[in-house]
C-alpha cells in the first residue's frame, strides 16, 4: 500500500484533553484496539517499544525517559537518492541500532516506518513529507494518524505559525496523534511556536525547523539559544534538532537544556558525509 493510500480514510480527527500520557490510557482502555505500534491490544495495556505490560501513563513516562539526555538518529534519505527505499532505511535503522547505544529513530513516510518497524525496537518518531515547500512535515491530521497506525510511537509535525495545506487548525492534529494512542512532537523553529504547541497539547518540542522559516534565526549551525529559550519557559521536553554536524554540538544542546538531540544527515547521510571531507583536502 502507497502512503496515499495509507492516509486516504478520510477519518475525522476525535476530540480529547490535552495530555499525552491521557490520550495513551484511553486509547488503550479497551480490548480490541490497537497501541502506536499497530500491535493488536487485547489486554488494555499493550506497550510501546520496550514497556509491554505497563499501564499506558507508566508508557508514555517511560518513553520519554528512555529519551532523555540520549541520542535519536534520523534514518532519512532525500528524493532521488539511491538509498530512498523502505528496505534501505531498515537497514540503515538496524544497523544504528545494532552499532551504537542509541534511544531511538526518526523515520520519514509510512512505507519506510512499517519497514523499520520490522526490525527495529527502539522508539521511533515518524513523520510523513508530502510536498517540498510551506507546511509539509506531516501537514495534516489524516497523514498524522496514518504515521501513528504506520508504527510511530511519537509522530512528529510542522507546528510553524504557517497556514497548514488543509485550513485546519493544529489543535485538531493533536487531538487526532492523542486519539490514536501517540504522542505528538511540535517540530518549531521560534519560541513563540514552541510555546503555543505546548499549550495546545504538544508532548514534545523539537527545533527542527529554525532557520527554515524565513522569519526565524538563520545561522550553520544548531539554534542552542532556541533550546535554551524552549527548555526555560514550556513544561514538556525539549529536542535540539537541525544543523547537528558534531558530538561536540550534540553535547552543547544537552548542556543548553535539551532532553535529548536529533542527529540525521551527520550519521546517515553518506554523499554529505563524503563532500565534508572532500571539501577539506586540498
Excluded at 486516504?8 to 490535552?18: F, I, L, S, V
Excluded at 517511560?62 to 534501505?88: I, W
Excluded at 486519539?179 to 518549531?188: E, K, P, R
Amino acid at each position: 500500500m502507497t502512503e496515499a493510500e495509507a492516509g486516504a480514510d478520510g477519518d475525522h480527527p476525535g476530540t480529547t484533553t490535552t495530555n499525552g500520557a491521557a490520550h495513551m490510557a484511553n486509547s488503550a482502555n479497551s480490548a480490541g484496539t490497537t497501541d502506536a505500534t499497530g500491535a493488536a491490544n487485547t489486554t488494555g495495556t499493550a506497550g510501546t517499544a520496550g514497556t509491554a505490560g505497563t499501564a499506558p501513563r507508566e508508557r508514555a513516562d517511560a518513553l520519554l525517559s528512555a529519551l532523555r539526555g540520549r541520542l535519536v538518529v534520523s534514518c532519512q534519505a532525500p528524493p532521488g537518492d539511491p538509498l530512498r527505499d523502505p528496505a534501505h532505511m531498515a537497514a540503515m535503522a538496524a544497523s544504528v541500532a545494532a552499532g551504537a547505544p542509541v534511544a531511538g529513530v526518526r523515520v520519514q513516510g509510512v512505507d519506510d516506518i512499517r519497514a523499520v518497524r520490522e526490525v527495529v525496537g527502539l522508539p521511533m518518531i515518524g513523520l510523513w513529507k508530502d510536498g517540498a515547500e510551506g507546511v509539509y512535515i506531516t501537514p495534516t491530521a489524516r497523514h498524522a494518524l496514518a504515521v501513528a497506525r504506520a508504527g510511530a510511537e511519537i509522530v512528529a509535525v510542522d507546528a510553524t505559525e504557517r497556514p497548514r495545506p488543509d485550513g485546519r487548525p493544529l489543535r485538531e492534529t493533536v487531538e487526532a496523534v492523542h486519539a490514536a494512542g501517540a504522542l505528538l512532537m511540535a517540530d518549531v523553529s521560534t519560541a513563540e511556536e514552541g510555546r503555543t504547541a505546548a499549550a495546545l497539547g504538544a508532548d514534545l518540542i523539537s527545533t527542527t525547523l529554525s532557520g527554515y522559516t524565513p522569519y526565524s534565526r538563520q545561522g550553520p549551525g544548531p539554534d542552542l539559544e532556541l533550546v535554551g529559550e524552549l527548555a526555560g519557559t514550556v513544561d514538556v521536553p525539549v529536542f535540539a534538532e537541525g544543523r547537528l554536524h558534531t558530538p561536540e554540538q550534540a553535547r552543547a544542546a544537552i548542556d543548553a537544556g535539551a532532553w535529548g538531540v536529533v542527529v540525521g544527515g551527520a550519521i546517515t547521510a553518506p554523499a554529505a558525509i563524503a563532500s565534508r571531507f572532500a571539501a577539506a583536502l586540498p
